[in-house]
C-alpha cells in the first residue's frame, strides 16, 4: 500500500491564484481530513469528510474547498490564494470516526505552499 | 471551548535518560487522546492512544503514556531515551460530541542529546 499521498510537494504562488492540492488513501478509509500545519500553533483542522459524498468544515475553513466523490481521493481547493495561507498542508485519513475505539490517523508527507 | 495545551516548545534530555513530554486538555465528555510524533520534512506518526480502560497506555517505540483524569493531563514518557527519539511531538484530544473535529496541541520539540 502507498498509504496517504500528496501532491505536489512544494508549490509557490501568486497572490490570487488558485490551485489544487491533492491527495489520496488506498487503504479504503472512510473519514479522511485536511490541517495546516503553522510555526507554535500545531495542526489546525481545516475540512473532514467521513464518507464519500459528505464533508464538513474544521477549525479553519475559510478560503479553502473540498469536495468528496470517491472513497478514494480528498483534493483540498484554493480558489485565491492569500498570503496567509502560506503554510504547510497534510492530508490524513482514518479507519473510523473520531471518538471510536479503533480511530487512529494516517497522515500524508505533506504540502510546503508559498504564497507571494 | 476544547483546547490542547503543551505547556513546553522544547525538551532537552541527555540520553539514558527518562523523558516526558507534558500534555494538558480540556475536552467536553470522555476524551479521546493521541500522540504523535513528527520526524523533519516527514508527515506525523501515531504513537499511542487512550481511549478507555487503564491509564496507562503503550504505544510504539517504547513510549508510554498516562492519562490522569484528576490532572488532566496526558503525558508522553519512556524509561529511557534515545538520540533517535529527536523530533517533534504533538498530543491531540476529540471525544465523541466533537463531530470529527480533532484538536491538537502546539507541538513539543524534543533533543535528545549523546
Known amino acids: 500500500n502507498a498509504g496517504v499521498t500528496q501532491t505536489p510537494k512544494f508549490q509557490v504562488l501568486k497572490t490570487g491564484q488558485s490551485m489544487t492540492l491533492q491527495c489520496a488513501q488506498d487503504?479504503?478509509?472512510?473519514?479522511m481530513s485536511w490541517y495546516r500545519q503553522d510555526p507554535g500553533m500545531g495542526l489546525r483542522l481545516i475540512h473532514y469528510?467521513?464518507?464519500?459524498?459528505?464533508?464538513d468544515q474544521g477549525e479553519v475553513p475559510n478560503g479553502y474547498n473540498v469536495s468528496r466523490s470517491t472513497t478514494e481521493d480528498f483534493p483540498l481547493r484554493l480558489l485565491s490564494a492569500a498570503p496567509s495561507q502560506t503554510s504547510v498542508y497534510f492530508c490524513?485519513?482514518?479507519?473510523?470516526?473520531?471518538?471510536?475505539?479503533?480511530?487512529?490517523?494516517?497522515f500524508g508527507p505533506g504540502t510546503r505552499l508559498t504564497v507571494t | 471551548a476544547q483546547s490542547v495545551a503543551q505547556p513546553e516548545d522544547q525538551v532537552n534530555v541527555a540520553e539514558g535518560n527518562p523523558l516526558t513530554v507534558k500534555c494538558t486538555y480540556s475536552v467536553s465528555g470522555n476524551p479521546y487522546l493521541f500522540w504523535y510524533v513528527q520526524y523533519p520534512n516527514r508527515g506525523l506518526q501515531f504513537l499511542l492512544k487512550?481511549?478507555?480502560?487503564?491509564?496507562l497506555v503503550k504505544g510504539s517505540y517504547g513510549f508510554e503514556a498516562e492519562f490522569n483524569k484528576s490532572q488532566t493531563s496526558f503525558h508522553l514518557k519512556k524509561p529511557s531515551a534515545l538520540v533517535s527519539d529527536s523530533a517533534l511531538y504533538f498530543c491531540a484530544g476529540t471525544s465523541r460530541n466533537q463531530g470529527g473535529k480533532l484538536i491538537f496541541g502546539q507541538g513539543t520539540e524534543l533533543s535528545v542529546k549523546p
Open positions: 469528510s467521513v464518507g464519500a459524498g459528505i464533508t
Open positions: 487503504m479504503n478509509h472512510e473519514y
Open positions: 487512550y481511549i478507555t480502560g487503564d491509564n
Open positions: 490524513a485519513s482514518s479507519y473510523s470516526y473520531p471518538g471510536t475505539i479503533s480511530y487512529e490517523q494516517y
